[in-house]
């Protein structure tokens, strides 16, 4: 079944243009507009395909197709472990493990969170697409939403950096930082030479975390924090930068595997108001067994 957004035309809204109904009443992109028009069924006024130029009568059911008739993405299907916290007809909420890629890329072509989302699709019979709206490294654990159509893809990509999309990880560091709660503001951008490192840099691009201390251990603390921005690896290149890297960062800090074979960085906490619905969502994780462990190993000061 194809997921589709209807509007019934009020005697107030007859007589007006479908181009300006689909974006002002029913909150569809222009890019949205332009990829539907071209589909068969992409547009429809009582189920019978119509042009953008259109003005339906009230009465009338203007009906605009919202997911993918075939998935552009491209992406591999490939059986693998998904843990769903929730999904709908618009989204899916993943908790996502550690070590396993969000995206396909070199070196992770069939091994990813799109690869066994779009098996997922398949074996379920579901008219979806891989839509990323954030992400998350490779070695974070936790809560990922992702779009299962290009609308509310959109639409959640607006909410981010917003009071409308929160997100709250919880990090183990080394060390206690002092003061044990603040914001690092500090500029970020790529690490010249480097493919993958990110460094803090004048000319960089705006980022803003906040932390707060929540336990300390004999050699560590677990951090709680939120991200204003969403630059790449921020938490872990901030912590870094007050020179309290996360446990087991290899690039950024120390690679200790006997201890935690990840940067102890886990998604908790995601807020966000539903793409289509409006209403607010809101979902948490604990904290997930290695970094508990991780806690559980040193003693209390």
Same mark, same amino acid.
């Given at each position: 079944?194809?997921?589709?957004?209807?509007?019934?035309?009020?005697?107030?809204?007859?007589?007006?243009?479908?181009?300006?109904?689909?974006?002002?009443?029913?909150?569809?992109?222009?890019?949205?507009?332009?990829?539907?028009?071209?589909?068969?069924?992409?547009?429809?006024?009582?189920?019978?395909?119509?042009?953008?130029?259109?003005?339906?009568?009230?009465?009338?059911?203007?009906?605009?197709?919202?997911?993918?008739?075939?998935?552009?993405?491209?992406?591999?299907?490939?059986?693998?472990?998904?843990?769903?916290?929730?999904?709908?007809?618009?989204?899916?909420?993943?908790?996502?493990?550690?070590?396993?890629?969000?995206?396909?890329?070199?070196?992770?072509?069939?091994?990813?969170?799109?690869?066994?989302?779009?098996?997922?699709?398949?074996?379920?019979?579901?008219?979806?697409?891989?839509?990323?709206?954030?992400?998350?490294?490779?070695?974070?654990?936790?809560?990922?939403?992702?779009?299962?159509?290009? +609308?509310?893809? /959109?639409?959640?990509?607006?909410?981010?950096? =917003?009071?409308?999309? $929160?997100?709250?990880? %919880? *990090?183990?560091? !080394?060390?206690?930082?002092?003061?044990?709660?603040?914001?690092?503001?500090?500029?970020?951008?790529?690490?010249?030479?480097?493919?993958?490192?990110?460094?803090?840099?004048?000319?960089?691009?705006?980022?803003?975390?906040?932390?707060?201390?929540?336990?300390?251990?004999?050699?560590?603390?677990?951090?709680?924090?939120?991200?204003?921005?969403?630059?790449?690896?921020?938490?872990?290149?901030?912590?870094?930068?007050?020179?309290?890297?996360?446990?087991?960062?290899?690039?950024?800090?120390?690679?200790?595997?006997?201890?935690?074979?990840?940067?102890?960085? +886990?998604?908790? /906490?995601?807020?966000?108001?539903?793409?289509? =619905?409006?209403?607010? $969502?809101?979902?948490? %994780? *604990?904290?997930? !067994?290695?970094?508990?462990?991780?806690?559980?190993?040193?003693?209390?000061?």
């Amino acid at each position: 079944m194809s997921r589709r957004l209807e509007l019934v035309i009020t005697p107030e809204l007859a007589g007006i243009r479908v181009d300006t109904l689909l974006k002002r009443h029913m909150g569809l992109s222009g890019t949205v507009v332009r990829r539907i028009k071209w589909l068969e069924d992409g547009i429809l006024v009582d189920g019978i395909r119509v042009n953008t130029r259109f003005c339906p009568a009230a009465g009338q059911v203007l009906s605009a197709r919202l997911s993918d008739p075939q998935r552009s993405s491209g992406i591999v299907p490939v059986p693998g472990p998904l843990e769903i916290v929730y999904e709908d007809e618009d989204i899916i909420v993943l908790n996502k493990a550690p070590g396993v890629s969000v995206h396909p890329g070199p070196g992770h072509f069939d091994d990813t969170i799109g690869n066994f989302l779009i098996y997922y699709y398949e074996m379920s019979r579901q008219e979806a697409d891989f839509h990323p709206v954030h992400r998350l490294d490779r070695g974070t654990s936790g809560l990922l939403v992702i779009a299962k159509h290009p +609308h509310a893809q /959109e639409i959640l990509k607006r909410q981010l950096h =917003t009071d409308s999309f $929160l997100r709250i990880y %919880l *990090a183990v560091c !080394e060390g206690v930082p002092d003061p044990p709660a603040g914001a690092i503001n500090v500029p970020l951008g790529p690490k010249p030479g480097s493919l993958m490192e990110q460094m803090v840099r004048s000319d960089g691009k705006p980022a803003l975390t906040r932390y707060r201390t929540l336990e300390v251990r004999k050699n560590l603390a677990l951090l709680r924090l939120e991200l204003d921005t969403g630059r790449t690896h921020q938490i872990r290149v901030h912590m870094a930068h007050i020179g309290h890297p996360l446990t087991g960062d290899f690039l950024y800090g120390t690679e200790n595997r006997a201890m935690i074979s990840r940067p102890a960085l +886990h998604s908790s /906490e995601l807020t966000f108001q539903h793409p289509l =619905t409006r209403k607010p $969502l809101a979902f948490r %994780l *604990a904290l997930p !067994e290695d970094m508990a462990v991780l806690l559980e190993m040193l003693p209390r000061p």
